[in-house]
């Protein structure tokens, strides 16, 4: 701990890295504390992912869903805000390199997250996009619009019929929204915008290597959702692990697709900030962290969220989810703060409230405890869970209410135009 000018001890430094849920969330948490927080993150916003397929398919934009790190903690006085890339951890100096400088702490958090991986196939990559950040969603956004815009002006039958397929890779929940809305776009929103083509034919496929879709739900809820992807015209593909992706084509064993658009939802690599550490990783890269959160060998730092692997209740990793995050960024500064007292740090245990997924317009499957539920009112329940999560966002009432709008009457609440330098906002009305 360093020394302030009067030679008392100053408040210990808290550096945080990452502004997602898990880093946001432990920021949260030592608001006004005896301790200087610093959080670190390469961009200047917090985003709501659980949201971020519908920016990638046009129901909302950009803005709706990320919110400046720096307003949402504008009122904690103990608390700096610094953009910037993390690069390694150096254990014993207690530095956190950054691409352009350094920072010292006392506590550290990281809270960095993941990102996709192809399975060894970086080729795959400029093929298919993952849905990780706002880039990925617009970048999705732009390759879905103008697949249309393409098949319209295409003069070859087969050829046109590849602009209209659209593949999505995984079947867990990204996978599942991304296909249900992609459908319900093809379906309902185009229905009357092309000349040429009919946007109702397009192919939507899912591919899924496993035997089920959402395979971490029950498996009732898992039939229920491939039956309501199913009935908006998915063609759900279970054991069938992609082979080989390539511009314009994918293979799952011997199953070959013609396919202009083709969308990643499986697989996630943690963030390298995680390697620099020299800790046990898992096969995925994550650290494998001690029942209270920390590091081995180091009390004083802490791994959260997506970028840990918890396996002190019940032997199997938590998921990669939000409350997931949240709790462990909560756990762990409840950890700093006891340090800081001289008293022992506990350690965590995740409090399971449940988890969802939606699939197009008006269907979706909630599993909280014993109670499972799908179609509408699973639904209305996600829609309900997902203003409270967002309320804390200026507006964001606000935005949900006129999107939710949108999705029933089937209006995209974004229009877009395309362009020579991909996609401009449409010209006022
Ligand atoms: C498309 C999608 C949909 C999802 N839907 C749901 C859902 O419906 N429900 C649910 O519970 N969960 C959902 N999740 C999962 C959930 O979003 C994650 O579990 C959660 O965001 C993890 O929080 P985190 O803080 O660990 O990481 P993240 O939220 O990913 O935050 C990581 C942060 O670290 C920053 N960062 C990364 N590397 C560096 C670096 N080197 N230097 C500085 N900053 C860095 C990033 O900019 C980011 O702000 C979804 C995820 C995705 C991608």
Redesign the pocket.
């Known amino acids: 701990m360093s020394l302030g000018n009067g030679g008392a001890p100053a408040h210990p430094h808290v550096v945080i890295?990452?502004?997602?849920?898990?880093?946001l969330y432990a920021a949260f948490a030592l608001h006004r504390q005896p301790v200087r927080v610093t959080l670190?993150?390469?961009?200047n916003y917090h985003?709501f992912?659980?949201l971020?397929?519908q920016v990638a398919t046009a129901g909302l934009s950009p803005g709706d869903i990320a919110q400046p790190i720096r307003q949402i903690l504008r009122r904690s006085p103990n608390i700096a805000v610094v953009l910037?890339?993390?690069t390694a951890v150096d254990l014993p100096t207690r530095r956190l390199g950054l691409a352009d400088g350094e920072l010292p702490y006392d506590f550290l958090v990281l809270?960095?997250?993941v990102s996709h991986a192809y399975f060894g196939h970086d080729e795959w990559q400029p093929h298919a996009p993952g849905?990780?950040d706002l880039d990925d969603a617009l970048e999705i956004r732009r390759r879905v619009l103008l697949a249309f815009e393409a098949a319209e002006r295409e003069p070859v039958e087969a050829r046109r019929r590849a602009w209209l397929t659209f593949v999505v890779v995984g079947g867990g929940?990204?996978g599942v929204e991304l296909a249900g809305t992609l459908a319900e776009i093809a379906r309902h929103a185009l229905l009357r915008d092309f000349r040429v083509i009919d946007p109702t034919q397009s192919r939507i496929i899912l591919l899924e290597a496993g035997s089920r879709v959402l395979s971490g739900f029950a498996e009732s809820l898992s039939a229920a959702a491939a039956r309501s992807l199913a009935s908006l015209g998915v063609e759900v593909c279970t054991g069938s692990a992609v082979t080989r992706i390539a511009r314009g084509i994918v293979e799952a064993g011997p199953i070959r697709i013609a396919a202009e658009t083709v969308l990643w939802a499986a697989g996630v690599t943690a963030?390298p900030?995680a390697r620099t550490l020299g800790v046990p990783l898992d096969r995925a890269g994550r650290v494998l962290v001690e029942p209270d959160l920390t590091i081995p060998g180091h009390p004083e730092v802490f791994v959260?969220?997506?970028?840990a692997t918890f396996l002190h209740q019940g032997g199997t990793p938590l998921p990669?989810?939000?409350?997931v995050?949240i709790q462990m960024g909560q756990h762990a500064v409840g950890n700093i703060l006891r340090a800081v007292r001289g008293e022992a740090m506990r350690p965590f245990r995740y409090r399971n409230k449940g988890m969802m997924a939606t699939i197009g317009r008006n269907a979706a499957v909630a599993e909280m405890g014993p109670v499972r539920l799908h179609g509408f009112v699973a639904w209305l329940v996600w829609v309900v869970v997902h203003i409270l999560f967002l309320i804390g966002f200026k507006n964001r009432v606000l935005v949900m209410i006129q999107w939710a709008w949108a999705y029933v009457t089937f209006k995209r609440g974004v229009r877009l135009i395309t362009g020579p330098r991909g996609l401009v906002p449409p010209p006022r009305d």
Do not use: C, N, W
């Open positions: 890295v990452g502004g997602g849920f898990g880093g670190v993150d390469r961009h985003l992912q659980p971020l397929y910037a890339e993390a809270a960095t997250g849905l990780k929940p990204t963030s900030l959260i969220g997506d970028l990669g989810m939000a409350p995050a």
